[in-house]
């Protein structure tokens, strides 16, 4: 699994758009995605969780936010993306105390 957060600037966002974007806040990862913005709904943060196959690595998790991020519709720049293969992350137990 993969956790990829694209920061951008939408480019010609209408009011259908702003509500669109709105209604498809939130700071979650899922598979469709998830917007949090600045007031103006003019730059945003896209959160999307992207399966992981066992030879895929950043460029196809990256193009499978893309892909999630264009079915919303809304023209966009992007400005950076960031990729977290969690497949990497260690988790590290506390001992128990007797």
Do not use: N
Not at 33 to 62: I, K, L, N
Not at 64 to 88: C, F, K, N, S, W
């Amino acid at each position: 699994m993969f956790r990829v957060t694209i920061r951008g600037k939408f480019k010609g966002l209408d009011d259908a758009g702003r509500a669109a974007v709105t209604a498809a806040g939130g700071a979650a990862y899922t598979e469709g995605g998830t917007f949090t913005h600045d007031a103006s709904v003019s730059a945003f943060t896209f959160r999307c969780q992207v399966p992981a196959g066992p030879d895929d690595g950043e460029d196809e998790a990256t193009l499978g936010a893309m892909t999630a991020l264009d079915a919303h519709g809304h023209p966009y720049e992007i400005l950076r993306v960031a990729v977290t293969d969690m497949r990497q992350i260690k988790i590290r137990r506390k001992g128990r105390g007797a």
